[in-house]
């Protein structure tokens, strides 16, 4: 009887081997094949001169600094939920982090004013972004596409970069910011499953649009 019980866990303890290790290769798999299709998105977006990639912890997405016409430089950031590992995927859901995407457009022109649009969403408790200087800010809600947005403002300057969200699918949008430090058009996209080819697209007329709107 005792030997059976032993044989029992260890047949148990292999197959949970086994399972975490199928489930290990198969997320690593994933996401390397989503760090190269989001490379190749943003690439054909901004047709860059020049790029350097640095790539987070293996499979976990990569910072990018592009050299493109019209701009000082174009930096993007991938940030992947790790699928790698089945121990910590349950904390990734709880938390509702999904992968996400920064874009962050350095502007030739200095940038006039401070400006922020953030989906409101009462999921993002936990990945809501600090505005360190909102007390300075004016603020106010609108509505986007049946959605709450916050946004904060110094004055009117920008409140035509509203159409950048159009440009792209809302579900994905999270956060847009112009600030005047450093003069930085930023984007962040966050989801679990994303269109490339419309990624792409989304990229392409937002460049366009930074690029004649500063």
Not at 94 to 113: E, H, V, W
Not at 133 to 147: D, T
Not at 161 to 177: M, Q, T, Y
Request: hydrophobic share 45%; glycine share 4%; no cysteine.
């Amino acid at each position: 009887m005792q030997l059976f019980v032993i044989n029992k866990y260890f047949t148990l303890l292999v197959g949970l081997s086994v399972a975490i290790s199928i489930l290990y290769i198969a997320g690593y798999k994933h996401n390397i094949k989503l760090m190269k299709l989001i490379a190749e998105s943003l690439e054909n977006a901004l047709t860059p001169r020049d790029k350097l990639y640095t790539y987070l912890g293996g499979v976990l997405g990569f910072a990018v600094d592009y050299d493109v016409d019209g701009f000082k430089k174009v930096h993007a950031t991938l940030r992947l939920i790790p699928r790698q590992s089945i121990l910590y995927l349950p904390f990734v859901f709880l938390t509702n982090r999904k992968d996400s995407l920064q874009l962050m457009f350095y502007t030739k022109n200095p940038i006039k004013s401070e400006f922020h649009l953030i989906k409101e969403s009462v999921l993002d408790f936990f990945t809501k972004p600090k505005i360190y200087n909102r007390n300075k800010l004016k603020s106010k809600i609108v509505e986007i596409e049946g959605k709450k947005w916050e946004m904060l403002y110094e004055d009117e300057t920008y409140h035509n970069f509203i159409n950048l969200i159009n440009f792209f699918n809302s579900r994905h949008f999270k956060h847009l910011a112009i600030t005047k430090e450093n003069n930085i058009v930023y984007i962040k996209l966050e989801f679990y499953k994303i269109d490339y080819k419309s990624l792409t697209t989304s990229i392409q007329k937002a460049k366009k649009f930074i690029e004649a709107a500063v």
